[in-house]
């Protein structure tokens, strides 16, 4: 006779969902680059502080490009990354400011989800400040599962199976179903 927990496909037989197989929002990244030091990156600052409640870092170049007036070691953006329930509200007041759409466009093969904002203001609770005046941002969504640990730990890291990967399918999936967001 089979037990109950053995597994069919995503269910088991008692009707309940692999706990290994479970989407969640690993973390957000906001990413603002304003290609220069200076005010405008001090504003960027200030903004993602005001939206996130987070504290930012500045993002530095690498490589010296003479025409562009960069050189190594030089502020030219910010990021600040959110993990676990901060990053899921964020996220719903972030998929807001697009009205709760999203293109397919924005997902890649691995189930992240990319997409911009061009001004602060469309975010619900956020407030205009002449101080910072208006500047778009980048939203970049990293999706896991639990298993995916294996990829990053030192001891014994393995591949995460094809298998066990986030589809583009199952990331539509989850933010249609988690954020009511449509997918167009």
């Not at 037989?13 to 680059?33: S, Y």
């Not at 502080?49 to 502020?75: C, D, E, F, Q, Y």
């Not at 061009?118 to 298993?147: C, K, M, N």
Request: proline fraction near 3%.
């Amino acid at each position: 006779m089979e037990t109950l927990t053995k597994t069919v496909g995503i269910k088991n037989l008692a009707g309940q969902q692999n706990v290994m197989r479970r989407i969640f929002v690993e973390k957000v990244t906001l990413n603002i680059g304003v290609g220069e030091p200076g005010e405008k990156l001090e504003k960027a600052l200030k903004l993602l502080i005001k939206i996130s409640n987070a504290k930012p870092v500045k993002t530095i170049t690498m490589k010296r490009i003479p025409s562009w007036g960069i050189r190594p070691k030089l502020a030219i953006g910010c990021k600040v990354t959110l993990r676990g329930k901060k990053a899921s509200e964020l996220l719903k007041r972030l998929l807001k400011a697009l009205d709760d759409r999203i293109s397919a466009k924005k997902f890649d093969s691995t189930g992240n989800i990319s997409f911009g904002i061009a001004e602060y203001i469309d975010i619900p609770g956020v407030e205009y400040s002449s101080e910072i005046g208006l500047i778009g941002l980048e939203i970049a969504v990293t999706l896991s599962r639990a298993g995916f640990r294996i990829n990053r730990r030192k001891i014994n890291k393995l591949k995460v199976p094809g298998r066990h990967r986030i589809t583009k399918d199952e990331a539509i999936a989850f933010l249609t179903k988690t954020f009511g967001v449509e997918v167009y």
